[in-house]
């Protein structure tokens, strides 16, 4: 069966759905919503895996370690984007040191579409951190050339030290998760054969139109990047895949196009670049 929508990129293996973790995907899954749940540390891969196991169709998983993951760290409901959006609390980082035997054991799982979510994040920084970041971001590039699977970025205040590194590093394409970078730093990206991938906070801010405007219809996916960043009218409730709607809507106002065309295009590029 052909999917209404794809959620590219989601966190329904987190703690956040423990209570409904079942009711939330039989939700999405019903309305023709695809999924994939992304792995940001070793047990969260783990779990995207377990959870796409349980579902013959429509539910897959990425496996890679988060930018944020590789050192101790804090990271606080703003920063994640829960402050006036959703109810997601903070958390603490243990850190992970990538360790690319055991990646590439889960990364070879049949139900495993891309590598990632990987890359740089700077919005808290140290030299030290910006080491292990890189580091752990060309360790997770040279895993996805190997086992011929996508990227899934993850770039935050950092998209030219990220584009030098998969310009110099990558045989594979992917998806910049999140983009909310500027016209010209996604160009660079397109010119790569990377997909920009946007979240329901088009919903409800403006930076975003711009490129989404210029971006050929071709290279662009939707995502929800749930339990964060709720699209309205579900703003202040924990997001999920179902409300990824919401962004495709969004997308085809912006681009000026009907929502069949979108919609239907949306769910091809994600079927075309994940291999779904």
Known sequence: MSPQFVDIHSHVQFAAYDEDREAVMERALASGTWMINVGTQRDTSENAIKLAERYPEGVYATVGLHPIHTDKSYHDTKELGGEGSSPVGGFVSRGEQFDTTNYEKLARHPKVVAIGECGLDYYRLSEESATKQKEAFIQQIELANTVGKPLMLHIRNAYADAYEIVRAHANVPGD????????????????????????????????????????????????TDAPYITPTPHRGKRNEPLYVSRTVERIAEIKGLPFEEVRSTLAQNARRVFSL
Request: charged residues 20%; negative net charge; glycine residues 8%.
């Open 176 to 223: 910049v998760h999140f983009f909310a970078g500027t016209w010209e730093e996604g160009k660079k990206f397109l010119d790569l054969g990377f997909t920009l991938s946007f979240t329901g906070v088009i919903t409800f801010a403006s930076q975003y139109d711009e490129v989404i405007r210029n971006a050929p219809l071709s290279m662009i996916l939707s995502e």
